[in-house]
């Protein structure tokens, strides 16, 4: 716990990557922390010292195909877990919301899926994979994150799922079905973009940020190869 | 001759560009003496493909390449000989590996990635001269190695009896097959043809064998081009250790430029082979995002590039080049300096010069691509599709 305290605090907090203001990922889960992980992968390092936590609790499984709900950042550690099992990488698509395992997968009933992503917020796409991977008859290993900040106990998912940072009471997601949200009450709603200009801490407290679970047309198909 | 190209880190299962044994050794064994018998005998040669090697520690050395070779001594695998080729000097733990061999009492027979050779754990450097003497000579007395070798005729006894003890010597001298095989490796030209036709070919037997390329299709491209054949590489790089190697393959041309950033555009392709290529040459990765009002690229995430920073560039295909010219704009918007363009393959039939910066491709491809006016798809009146290609802010 303390070498991971430290290594949260260099990855993490040294590279900015905490967002500190009003993040809304679904109608009901609101949190006043969003965790950026590009400004983390910005630096290659980082990504081996994470790489090689997340692969270790799995290290015995003969994993076949590794899925990621993400198709950024959880999609590149996705490719390095994949890289030690000598599996495939499939990420899955979203179309109008909806969480597409990918067109072109074959999932056999011989395969041994494990799901990878950056972090688990909600836990929504993973739930569907998870679904998606049973219907295929598929045998699924377990999930493995670096971060988790579910507000909901993780033995729900019903397989293993391993986590390098519990964050789920440090930047916890509120439940708004459940609980009150301090930021709803006290800042309203202000649109203001991830990547926009650094503002000053006060300004940032003033942000809303709608992280998209649903979203715009231009992210429906997702590019597979920049021909231009 | 025949020479079989055997990359061993594809069946390596922990780490991959790095070999270090574990408990993967005795894995591994079973893999190459299954490629030894698959050689033919009495010439074969199994040419081990160290271009994607990173590091080679001693354990790996110890716990692997020693019993295979000890085994080929004993004769076990058969007449059969094994070559490390494209090995690069800086990569090795040249000093620990030389002893491990000496003490061992085996040679290894290498060739570098810039040309020439290297045997690891000769007794000293003029130990290729002696194995190529011995070989053409009907008879390998001390006296005529000195000669040869220009050195005395006790260090020459010393040095055959040393070379005498080995099967590369033994069995081979002054047969007619001779030093043939080796001569042909020796030559650097013959070997860059061999490794470097093996990976394109891969790539495009790949691209193929996935079914990457979509016939068929009427696209309209960011830069007003339509496309009638549209590449989809992710489907090549699905498979992750494929990915790395294209990544180390790519980076390896630029590891002499001391690259700082790796700017790229933030699609899921580029964000892999960029942190592959970051991992390499201890590089950043600067993945830049599509400006909501301007056609122009601004780095995700709030990341600044700083002024002077040796920037490469990446994009895992080039078209018509209009990614790459925005990802200039942006460099030289943000003061860095582009030592080089890196793309997997090049679609432009070389059209497209960026003669300035040095461009490092891994294949080429030749698509049916017509410049607006002149589609005839569009003349049929078939409806074209845009294809999205840049993630927008």
């Known amino acids: 716990m303390e070498t991971n305290h430290i290594l949260f605090r260099t990855l993490f907090l040294d590279n900015e990557a905490i967002r500190d203001g009003h993040f809304v990922f679904t109608q009901w889960f609101h949190s006043r922390f969003l965790i950026d992980f590009g400004r983390v992968l910005h630096d290659t390092r980082s990504s081996n010292k994470l790489l090689a936590k997340m692969f270790e609790p799995f290290r015995g499984e003969s994993v076949t195909k590794v899925i990621t709900p993400n198709i950024t950042e959880g999609y590149v550690l996705a490719h390095g877990v994949a890289k030690k099992f000598n599996a495939k990488v499939y990420r899955a698509d979203r179309r109008e919301g909806i969480i597409y395992t990918p067109t072109d997968l074959e999932i056999s009933t011989r395969d041994k899926v494990l799901l990878v992503d950056d972090g688990i917020n909600t836990g929504n796409s993973m739930r569907q994979l998870l679904s998606d991977i049973a219907k295929a008859g598929a045998t699924c290993c377990g999930i493995t994150v670096c971060i988790s900040r579910c507000p909901f106990p993780l033995s729900d998912f019903g397989v293993r799922v391993e986590t390098i940072f519990d964050l789920s009471t440090t930047y916890p997601i509120v439940n708004t079905q459940v609980d009150n949200c301090d930021q709803c009450a006290t800042l309203g709603i202000v649109a203001a973009r991830l990547d926009s200009e650094p503002l000053e801490k006060e300004k940032e407290r003033l942000m809303f940020m709608k992280v998209r679970l649903k979203p715009t047309s231009a992210y429906a198909e997702w590019p597979s190869s920049t021909v231009d | ?393």
């Open chain 2, 1 to 393: 001759m025949t020479a079989t190209l055997y990359d061993m880190t594809m069946d390596l299962k922990d780490e991959y560009t790095s070999l270090v044994s574990r408990v993967l050794g005795e894995q591994l064994q079973v893999t190459l003496y299954s490629k030894l018998s698959a050689c033919p005998s009495d010439d074969g040669v199994l040419l081990l493909d160290f271009s994607v090697v990173t590091s080679v520690h001693e354990s790996f050395v110890d716990e692997f390449l020693v019993p295979v070779l000890k085994s080929l001594e004993r004769g076990e695998a058969g007449d059969k000989y094994i070559v490390g080729v494209n090995v690069d000097q800086e990569r090795l733990n040249l000093k620990g590996i030389d002893d491990l061999m000496q003490r061992n009492n085996l040679l290894f027979l290498t060739f570098l990635k810039d040309g020439g050779t290297l045997l690891l754990g000769s007794p000293n450097r003029q130990s290729i001269e002696a194995i190529e003497f011995v070989h053409k000579s009907e008879k390998e007395t001390a006296a005529h190695l000195a000669v040869q070798l220009n050195v005395a005729e006790s260090e020459a006894q010393s040095i055959l009896s040393f070379l005498g003890k080995h099967r590369v010597i033994r069995e081979r001298h002054a047969q007619d097959v001779g030093l043939d095989f080796f001569q042909a490796l020796l030559d650097s030209s013959e070997r860059t043809r061999l490794l470097k036709h093996s990976f394109q070919e891969e790539l495009l037997e790949r691209i193929d064998r996935q079914r990457a390329i979509e016939r068929n299709a009427h696209y309209q491209l960011p830069s007003g081009y339509h496309a009638e054949e549209f590449l989809h590489l992710s489907r090549v790089l699905d498979d992750a250790r494929f990915s790395a190697r294209i990544a180390v393959f790519l980076a390896d041309a630029f590891k002499n430029d001391e690259i700082d950033v790796i700017l790229t555009v933030k699609t899921p392709n580029n964000l892999v082979l960029a942190q592959g290529i970051g991992d390499y040459l201890d590089a950043k990765v600067v993945p830049a995002i599509l400006d909501q009002v301007e056609a122009r690229l601004v780095p995700a995430s709030n990341i600044r590039l700083k002024q002077g920073d040796r920037a490469l560039i990446l994009v895992d295909v080039i078209g018509t080049g209009w990614v790459v010219n925005l990802l200039l704009a942006l460099a030289s918007n943000g003061g860095a300096n582009v030592e080089g363009i890196a793309a997997v393959v090049d679609l432009s039939e070389a059209k497209v010069g960026f003669t300035l910066t040095k461009t490092v491709t891994a294949a080429s491809l030749t698509l049916k691509m017509y410049s607006p006016g002149e589609c005839p798809l569009c003349a049929q009146k078939i409806p074209w599709i845009p294809a999205r290609i840049l993630p927008r802010a």
